[in-house]
Every structure is written in structure tokens, then in C-alpha cells.
């Protein structure tokens, strides 16, 4: 193609981006002169090439539009919608032409009489020639005194009449001239004067994707470079090596920049897309941009402009609700669409919020069962977050009908796996008439990235560093081991159970080799946290990622490869992938039918141990709360005063059998399930450990026995659920009373719709020395309010039936008599976006239910920084 | 040094300066290009072009304004200034002519129009 063409293709698309945006703006402000001056050049520009380039048809439209244009600007004509719609209209016929001449590199023959009639009927004028250019009134020779204008006028109007393309000048006679002149002129390889008043240049995006790729096999000749000379004593190369390995740096940070891009970029086509749709649905809607100029990298802004146009679409199509509605509702006529990008810690972060209905929490429900996502009965366990998550899954689409803006088959689903695939996590908050917010993070470049070097079966493998978040050496000798649990390797870590992926078990690589000292890298994905068990561990090594070869993109394992410092060529593993596994892994040898439901949304689920004691019931403990399970040699335990202790990893451990009927053995195994606090010990001893699956909560309380919970359905089976705060305080009478605060008892709301959860935390506080009372939902505890009780804290969860817990703390905050109360949130959805929302709305801390063992603990610290930041703002009150 | 004469080709398209460029140095004449009259008034402080080409709608400031403000700067030798534009509206030309246009051209022209202008001011001959 022709290079001045191509230049008129890349500058004519930046001014129809530019033009969408102003039009929109003007039909809002449509007196502001300055924005339709600017429209009405850039339409004016854009006709005047087309001019030069012999763009008959192209320029046609571009005249029609222009004519409407001037009209507005004369004041002859008023901007309606319809108006506006036309113009807009104009401006995707131009882009249609320009795309078929980006194709076959010259104007499509053709003709857009239609449009342009339609256009110059509104105009009032359909006699309006569209031809360039236009045919004006005959001069007005009677001023002498501008000769050579008269002159030029007497050539203008003659060229003009005689329906000639160029006026010429006076002495010439006007011939007509060949209009794609300007495609033969050659052109001049010699450089040009430089520009003036310009502090950038254009540069092709060829030119620099070719550095890059330069500086990409620069990076990896300097990684070789250090690798050689790292097995080397200090020598004479040791510092000119460190000077090119900074500089090296140096210029890769540079021209990553130079691939940046202001996301704005994404944006230019929503507020047309916006304003589109409050034409055909009537709905009033304000998008709001902000951080327009937040910078990332062009790869990465290519991937998320899609699902970005995709869920502000949804917003506008879906979220906000019609004036009538929104009016009733008590919110401003005017729905908005806030878009806010900015830049945190390595990575951009892009918020789309709106101020409409909020999801369907219903609909959702109904759909999720209809299309056989899951069913009614697991569903109705479900948190409003966990069913939130329903609308990332496949096949779903929460779409009511089809409408001209949506539904074009890109679902939810797509853009996750989209933002997921560039490294990014997705997090969604719904308040139910009062909007839906997503948060995106993804990092800023993709091209080189940081990883640790591993090695599994001999072969080397290379792990993203930004989900690695430490590195475990285990060994037999060392405190870190790998347990199995039913055939599930595990790793406690912090009195945490992580689930395991072996390498080699998961590539196929064959077993055996290493297996003394082995190390797991503690991977994180989204909020799913996993081992990934590998031979050796080398260092971190900047890598360019290269894609994976079509061969391999079969294996969900692997994001692609690149080659070493060495020379040697690498995968470069996938940790979504592998978390997959790890989940699979979990539930492998669960009930089939739920272990598919628990593959589909383990991060929605709890593992759960099981286990035999007294008698064949299995009963089941929160996997979060065992610390380690531990088969002792019956002969070391000893039997003290009718108590039981063993020597446990330099310390006296007391046992506590599960049933209080328990026969001691006096050889062989004793299966321990071991509890830690505070660098204390309790073990609980159990005949046989039978299982861990995950599943989800949902337990139905018997009556009270001592010990037990209740009982619950989970992996299919029948079992008691254990109340492991009941042998806790058997071991250790004062087990939760470092973490009492005061003397004197101090009372607490804890409000939870969960009848498990309500009777896991109120005997820790209980045992705490706190006076708990308890509340299934909003409603209930502002009852409480309404009969006069005051409380020290009020604990709360955030998803609950009939009044959530955000309602809960507005509400709360809002009226004096408890305005003054601590409030701690307690959700099992602890997010960045859920954190701040909670903040938002009044919460003095946000816990994670997550981690049940340290709640005394973290109560009281949470209870400990609240209380210290209200003290120090009342001393700067006292202080001011 | 290269003493052919200078062309400044003022123009808020792309396209529009580099095929007038071309133009030009198909031409002899050396060209320099401004993106709109801020940037060509800018320019004409620290160089003297021989000639002007002035496009009339541009953002920043626009063809008259930036016509005014060379004309006032009173330049030596006084550029040629051609102003290159679709206003075909009398006033304007008028309006141009009075600011102090030695020219006035339609869009869109071609090499033989600005050849003639050329020749008409001695800046290149007729082969």
C-alpha cells in the first residue's frame, strides 16, 4: 500500500477516535463553541484529505457530516439526538471505508446516497451538492479595493462553476487535474527538516517491537554472561559485566515505556458506546473516566480492551436502570459508569463501577440451576459472594433478552480467562440496589517477566515470580514435612495445610530420584494458595516470554517458553494451571458426583478432615484447625495423674482422647490430630483418619452434645462435626485466656446467618472471657439496638439474608446510640475491593473468616488498633 | 549547506504536510512542517522561511491568527505566505487578503498550482 495512504488510514482512524469522544461530549454541553470547533475541524480535516488523496466517496460523507456540522456551529440547526446519531453514523461509514481500503488499498466503489440523503434532508438542504467543494453565492465585485481578491474571486468562482476539483490561481487556466496525483509523486528519501514545537515523535509500532525483541536477546546474553561468570572467582570482567547488566536494565525499563500506552486508549471507544445506548434504551447514564492517562503496556492493553468495552456495555445495557425506576429507588435520575485506572505495586489496577440495581441475586440462582451449573439444593447454602461467582463461569449469561448493544456471545467468562491469561485477577462486589463495582489487576508488561528457575526429574522449569510467594525447603531432618493424607501429599505450613502438586506426578515425569530433599514453592493464584512440590530450586532469572508452541497449548500447564542464560530452552509453567490440578488432586478420592462440584468452585469450599473415634460415625473437623496429624508410637505416651502426655518435638504435649471411653494402647499407633496456638500443643487422639475433602459448609445442629457441633452432609457421607474449642479447654483450661483483654466480662454481638459459624466463634469469645450475644442477620441485631442493648464490639458478617452486613454498619454508623461501638467485619471474602467496601461502610477492621484458629487473637488486635487509632484521634481533637 | 530556499508547510494533518513536502522537495526547496500556528509562529523566531504555506482550520491557533501574528513579527526577509484552504466563503478570502496573504489557494492543490506560485514569486523556475 501506498505509505501516504497508509498514513491518511492511521491518522483519519485518531480522528474518528477523537471525534466519537467529542460528539458525545458536545451532545451533553451543547454550548460549549471550543468542542464543536474541534469537531467540526477534525471532520473538516478529514474532507480536505480526502481531497488530495482522490477519495471521492470517502470525502462525500465527510462533506455531509461536515455540512450538518456547520449548520450547528451557524446556529441554523439544533442538536436533537437524532441529529447527533446521523453524524455518528457518518463517521462509522467513514471507518467502514477506511477498513475495506486498509484491505485492498483504495477506495471501494460505491456509493452512499443514502446516508448522505438522509443526512442532507435533516440538513434542510437536499439540493446541498456533496460534491467538494461546496458551490458558493456569486462574488460581490463592487470593493475595488481588494484587486487581487476580485481577481482570485473571478478564478474561483469560474473553477468552481465548471465543477472543477482544483481552484488555481489567476494566470493559470483551470484544467482539471488527475485527484490521485498524489499517489504518483515519488517520494523523497532524504530526511526531513525537523518538525517544530513537537516533544514526541510517531514511531512505528514495528520499529519498536523489533527493539524489544533486540533487547529481549540482549537480556538473555547478559543472563548468560552472569551465568558464566558466576562460577568464576573475581576477575577483570566482574565489573565492566555489572556496568552492562545495569545498563541492560536501564534500556529494557526504556523501551518497556516505550510501549506504553495511557489506557485512555481502551476508553476513546466507550463513552460513544455509552451514549449509543442511552439513544436506544432511554436511559440517562454519565460515564466518568478517571486516570485516562495511567500507563501500560500496548500487549496488555490490546488484551483487556475487549472485556473492558464488554462489562461497561453490561453496565449501561444491564446495571443501570431506567430514570423512572432509578427515581423510585431514590437515586438521581442519572445513572453513572465510573471508570478509575491507576497504579499500584507493579501493576495497574482498572475499577469499573456503577451506581445501578446491583446483580440479580435471584436470577443468578435460577440461572446457575437452569443451566445446569449446579443445583437448588447446593445453592441454597451459597453465600450472595460465592453466587456472585456464577456469572464467570461458562454458559452463562445474565442477559435478559438480546439486545442491539449486548449479548453478542462474549460472556463474563471470556473476559475473565481473558485478564486471567495476561496474569490478572478479577474481583466483583454487588450491593444490591445500590450497584456493581469489578476491581482488574494485571501487571504492567508481559513480555519480560521475573521467574524462579526450578528443576523437577532432571528437567529445568521456570515459575512466574509474581505468584511465588516463598519457598519451603523440606526434608526428613527439617521441621517441614510432606504429609500424605490419603494418597493428597499436604504441607503444614504455619499451622496451615497446603495442598500439594508434585511436578513430576503431574507432568508425567518419572518418580523416584530426590526424594530426601525436596523443595516447595508456595504459589498464589487469585486467592488460591498451593505447593508446588520441585527438586531443586536455582535463582530468579528475567525471562522473555515466548509463546507456546501450538503443540503444547493442548496442556493447560504451561504459559510458553524462553531460553536461558544458558541456552537452554525452558517451559515456563502456569500456576492457574496448576492450581486447577492442585484442586483436583484434593478432591480425587471424594464422592464423585460432589468431588465435580468441588473441582468447579473449590475456592468457595472448606477442606474438611475425617476421621473414626469412638465408634464407625465419621466426624469431621475444619481442615484449617488441625495443625498437623501425627501417627505416635503408643509406647512413648505417658500416663500422668489419669492424664495423658507425650514428648512432642521438645516439649510435654498433653492428649486428650476424643471419646472420653478411650482405651490407651500400650504398643503400636496412635493417630494424634495435633492443635497449636501460641507455640502450644494439644493433640487429639482418634482411632483411624479416614479422609480430607473439600466440600462446602453446610451443617445441621443437633442437640447439644458436648463435643460436637452437629451434623452435616459432606463428600456424600453422614458426619458429626467436631467442636474442637470443647477438647481445647479440656487440655488447657486457660487456652484462650492470653488472649483475654480485661478482667471484667465485656460484651459482644457477633452477628452471623450461619449456625456453624455463630457456634465455632461464640465459645472462643466465651472462653475468651467475653459475654456474646448473637444475631443471624442485620435486621436481627438492630432489633437489639431498638431494645436498648449496648455492646463493647460488634463482630459481623458481610453476606447475610434480609440486611447484609454493609447495610448492617451504615445503618449502625448513622444513628448515635451505637455509633460509637467497635466494628469488626468477619468475612470469608477478604479481598482488596471487599476490605475497602467494608471500610466504606463503617467497619473499624475486616478479618477473614479463613483463618478461625487466630480469631481470639486477631480480635484482640483488631479491637487493639481500633481502640489506638480512636485514641489518637481524640488526642489531635484535644490537641487542635 | 544546502541554500535552497525554506518552506514551512503548516498543517494539522499529517497527510496533508508531507505530501505538500513532497511537493516541495520534488521542487528544490527545502521544507520545514508545523502541526498548527502556535508551532509555525514558534518556528519563524529562531528561522526566516521564504515561504509559508498556511493551512486556515487548525487547533491551537488557527491560519488567520497565526497570518497576524507573522505579519506582525515584522520578519526580514518577509515570507511569501500562501494560505492553503477549503474556505471559500468571500469574507474569508477577504478577511486572508487583509491579514496579509500574498496568496490564496483552494484545497485540495497539486504540484502545477504550487509550481506557478512558485515561479510567480521567484522561488523556482519552470523546467
Not at chain 1, 484482640?860 to 480512636?870: M, P
Request: charged share 25%; glycine share 8%; hydrophobic share 45%.
Amino acid at each position: 500500500m501506498d505509505d501516504l495512504l497508509r498514513e491518511f488510514l492511521a491518522e483519519t482512524a485518531e480522528n474518528l477516535a477523537v471525534l466519537d469522544v467529542e460528539l458525545v461530549r458536545f451532545e451533553r454541553e451543547t454550548s460549549d463553541a471550543t468542542i464543536l470547533s474541534n469537531i467540526f475541524r477534525l471532520m473538516h480535516t478529514i474532507k480536505g484529505t480526502c481531497g488530495f488523496l482522490g477519495l471521492p466517496r470517502l470525502g462525500a460523507v465527510a462533506h455531509a457530516g461536515e455540512n450538518i456540522l456547520g449548520k450547528f456551529r451557524d446556529g441554523e440547526l439544533d442538536v436533537t439526538p437524532r441529529a447527533v446519531t446521523l453524524i455518528l453514523k457518518a463517521i462509522d461509514q467513514i471507518r467502514a471505508l477506511l477498513a475495506e481500503m486498509e484491505t485492498t488499498g483504495s477506495e471501494p466503489a460505491g456509493s452512499d446516497e443514502d446516508l448522505i440523503g438522509e443526512i442532507n434532508a435533516l440538513a434542510g438542504d437536499s439540493a446541498a451538492p456533496t460534491e467538494i467543494p461546496t458551490i458558493f453565492a456569486p462574488p460581490d465585485f463592487s470593493d475595488a479595493g481588494f484587486p487581487v481578491a476580485a481577481e482570485l474571486l473571478v478564478e474561483v468562482a469560474y473553477a468552481l462553476k465548471h465543477d472543477v476539483h482544483i481552484a488555481s490561481e489567476i494566470e493559470v487556466a483551470p484544467e482539471p487535474v488527475a485527484p490521485a496525483f498524489a499517489a504518483a509523486v515519488p517520494r523523497d528519501s532524504e530526511t526531513k527538516e525537523p518538525a517544530t514545537a513537537s516533544s514526541s515523535i510517531r514511531v512505528n509500532v514495528e520499529v519498536i517491537e523489533n527493539l524489544m525483541t533486540l533487547i529481549s536477546e540482549l537480556v538473555l546474553t547478559r543472563n548468560q554472561l552472569l551465568q558464566m561468570q558466576r562460577g568464576q572467582k573475581d576477575n577483570e570482567f566482574k565489573v565492566p559485566l555489572q556496568r552492562l547488566s545495569h545498563i541492560t536494565s536501564d534500556l529494557q525499563d526504556g523501551v518497556t515505556r516505550m510501549r506504553m500506552q495511557p489506557i485512555g486508549n481502551a476508553w476513546n471507544k466507550l463513552p460513544r458506546i455509552v451514549r449509543d445506548l442511552t439513544v436506544a434504551t432511554g436511559k440517562k447514564i454519565e460515564l466518568t473516566m478517571q486516570g485516562a492517562e495511567t500507563e501500560l503496556d500496548r500487549q496488555v492493553l490490546e488484551m483487556i480492551k475487549d472485556p473492558l468495552t464488554h462489562m461497561v456495555r453490561n453496565s449501561a445495557d444491564h446495571g443501570i436502570e431506567d430514570g423512572a425506576r432509578r427515581l423510585a429507588a431514590g437515586k438521581p435520575e442519572t445513572g453513572t459508569i465510573a471508570l478509575d485506572a491507576y497504579h499500584e505495586s507493579g501493576h495497574i489496577f482498572i475499577r469499573i463501577a456503577d451506581d445501578g440495581r446491583g446483580l440479580d441475586l435471584d436470577r443468578i440462582r435460577q440461572k446457575a440451576v437452569a443451566n445446569g451449573l449446579t443445583t437448588e439444593a447446593v445453592i441454597a447454602t451459597m453465600s450472595e459472594q460465592q453466587i456472585l461467582q456464577f456469572i464467570f463461569r461458562p454458559g452463562f449469561s445474565t442477559a435478559e433478552k438480546v439486545t442491539s448493544v449486548s449479548g453478542r456471545g462474549v460472556g463474563m467468562d471470556v473476559v475473565r480467562t481473558n485478564i486471567e491469561r495476561i496474569g490478572g485477577t478479577i474481583e466483583l462486589s454487588s450491593v444490591a440496589g445500590r450497584g456493581t463495582t469489578f476491581l482488574i489487576k494485571i501487571p504492567l508488561t508481559l513480555a519480560i517477566v521475573s521467574a524462579l528457575i526450578v528443576e523437577a526429574a532432571g528437567q529445568r522449569f521456570a515459575i512466574p515470580q509474581l505468584n511465588v510467594v516463598e519457598l519451603v525447603g523440606v526434608s526428613d531432618r527439617s521441621g517441614a514435612r510432606i504429609e500424605t493424607i490419603n494418597t493428597s501429599p499436604v504441607l503444614r505450613l504455619r499451622d496451615r495445610l497446603l495442598p500439594l502438586v508434585s511436578l513430576r506426578g503431574i507432568l508425567g515425569l518419572e518418580p523416584g530420584g530426590r526424594a530426601h530433599d525436596r523443595f516447595v514453592i508456595v504459589t498464589q493464584v487469585g486467592a488460591n494458595t498451593f505447593g508446588i512440590i520441585v527438586d531443586r530450586v536455582f535463582d530468579t532469572e528475567e525471562i522473555v516470554v515466548k509463546p507456546v508452541a501450538p503443540l503444547l497449548r493442548g496442556t493447560r500447564f504451561y504459559v510458553g517458553n524462553t531460553i536461558l542464560g544458558d541456552g537452554s530452552v525452558i517451559m515456563i509453567l502456569d500456576p492457574n494451571g496448576l492450581s486447577s490440578a492442585a484442586g483436583q488432586i484434593a478432591t480425587a478420592d471424594s464422592d464423585s458426583a460432589q468431588g465435580k462440584a468441588g473441582v468447579a468452585a473449590d475456592s468457595e469450599q472448606s477442606s474438611f478432615l475425617l476421621f473414626r473415634a469412638g465408634g464407625r460415625e465419621l466426624k469431621a473437623i475444619p481442615l484449617e484447625l488441625v495443625s498437623r496429624i501425627e501417627g505416635l508410637n503408643a509406647a512413648t505416651i505417658e500416663h500422668v495423674g489419669g492424664r495423658q502426655v507425650v514428648q512432642y518435638r521438645e516439649h510435654l504435649m498433653p492428649l486428650v482422647p476424643f471419646d472420653a471411653n478411650h482405651q490407651w494402647k500400650e504398643s503400636g499407633l496412635q493417630e494424634i490430630l495435633v492443635f497449636s496456638d501460641n507455640g502450644r500443643c494439644m493433640g487429639l487422639a482418634v482411632d483411624e483418619v479416614v479422609d480430607i475433602v473439600r466440600d462446602r459448609m453446610a451443617i445441621e445442629l443437633s442437640s447439644a452434645r458436648p463435643g460436637l457441633l452437629g451434623s452435616a452432609i459432606i463428600a456424600g457421607k453422614a458426619v458429626d462435626v467436631v467442636d474442637v474449642g470443647h477438647f481445647l479447654t479440656q487440655a488447657f483450661a486457660d487456652w484462650f485466656e492470653i488472649t483475654a483483654m480485661h478482667g471484667t466480662a465485656r460484651h459482644a454481638l457477633l452477628v452471623d446467618d450461619s449456625p456453624f459459624f455463630r457456634n465455632l466463634v461464640a465459645p472462643l469469645l466465651t472462653s475468651a472471657n467475653w459475654k456474646v450475644t448473637t444475631a443471624a442477620d442485620g435486621v436481627e441485631a438492630l432489633k437489639l439496638r431498638e431494645h436498648g442493648h449496648r455492646f463493647d464490639v460488634i463482630i459481623s458478617d458481610i453476606e447475610m439474608p434480609n440486611m447484609d452486613g454493609l447495610t448492617l454498619a451504615n445503618a449502625i454508623r448513622s444513628d448515635a446510640r451505637w455509633s460509637q461501638v467497635l466494628l469488626i467485619a468477619l468475612s470469608s471474602h477478604a479481598g482488596e475491593s471487599d476490605i475497602h467496601a467494608g471500610r466504606n461502610a463503617g467497619f473499624d477492621e475486616y478479618l477473614a473468616k479463613s483463618d478461625q484458629t487466630h480469631l481470639p487473637e486477631n480480635l484482640a488486635r483488631a479491637i487493639r488498633a481500633a481502640k489506638a487509632r480512636g485514641e489518637a484521634n481524640d488526642n489531635l481533637r484535644k490537641a487542635s | 549547506m544546502n541554500t535552497n530556499p525554506l518552506c514551512l508547510v503548516v498543517d494539522d494533518s499529517r497527510v496533508i504536510r508531507r505530501l505538500a513536502a513532497d511537493i516541495l522537495k520534488g521542487l528544490g526547496l527545502r521544507t520545514a512542517e508545523a502541526e498548527h500556528g502556535l508551532a509555525a509562529v514558534e518556528f519563524c523566531r529562531a528561522t526566516t522561511p521564504h515561504l509559508v504555506l498556511l493551512d486556515w482550520n487548525m487547533p491551537e491557533m488557527d491560519g488567520i491568527t497565526c497570518l497576524r501574528a507573522l505579519r506582525a513579527m515584522d520578519l526580514h526577509p518577509r515570507p511569501w505566505v500562501v494560505m492553503c484552504t477549503t474556505e471559500s466563503g468571500l469574507s474569508k478570502i477577504r478577511e486572508a487578503l487583509e491579514a496579509g496573504a500574498d496568496e490564496y489557494i483552494m484545497k485540495p492543490y497539486d504540484r502545477e498550482v504550487l509550481l506557478d506560485k512558485l515561479v510567480q514569486v521567484g522561488l523556482a523556475e519552470r523546467a
